[in-house]
Nanobody, 117 residues
Framework: QVQLVESGGGWVQPGGSLRLSCVAS????????MGWYRQAPGKQRELVAS???????TYADFVKGRFPISRDNAKNTLYLQMSSLKPEDTAVYYC???????????WGQGTQVTVSS
């Protein structure tokens, strides 16, 4: 099973930027479409953005224009370029197949993003 490891999170002030990476232990093409998800304390996990193998993109309304998603199939890596960060973006961010399958997929450790002054 291909493992996914997220990185790039941290603490940033409102208005700041971060770039998240998700590296796969094998080919990300095996996943087809992939997505970034997030889970804030006390809230359900939610989709942030997705990209399929053909480059089609979808975004949650709360991040449109702020968090472009991209993938580098040659490097088996998924990216999320986060800008204009807000305190409400504070969450643990995860990458996974899109849509996530409870039968075939598992969540990694994620990467914590904290936005505060």
């Amino acid at each position: 099973q291909v493992q996914l490891v997220e990185s790039g999170g941290g603490w940033v002030q409102p208005g700041g930027s971060l770039r998240l990476s998700c590296v796969a232990s094998g080919s990300i093409l095996s996943f087809g479409a992939m997505g970034w998800y997030r889970q804030a304390p006390g809230k359900q996990r939610e989709l942030v953005a997705s990209i399929d193998s053909g480059g089609h993109l979808t975004y949650a309304d709360f991040v449109k224009g702020r968090f472009p998603i991209s993938r580098d199939n040659a490097k088996n890596t998924l990216y999320l370029q986060m800008s204009s960060l807000k305190p409400e973006d504070t969450a643990v961010y995860y990458c996974a197949r899109f849509p996530f399958s409870r039968w075939f997929d598992s969540w990694g450790q994620g990467t914590q993003v904290t936005v505060s002054s």
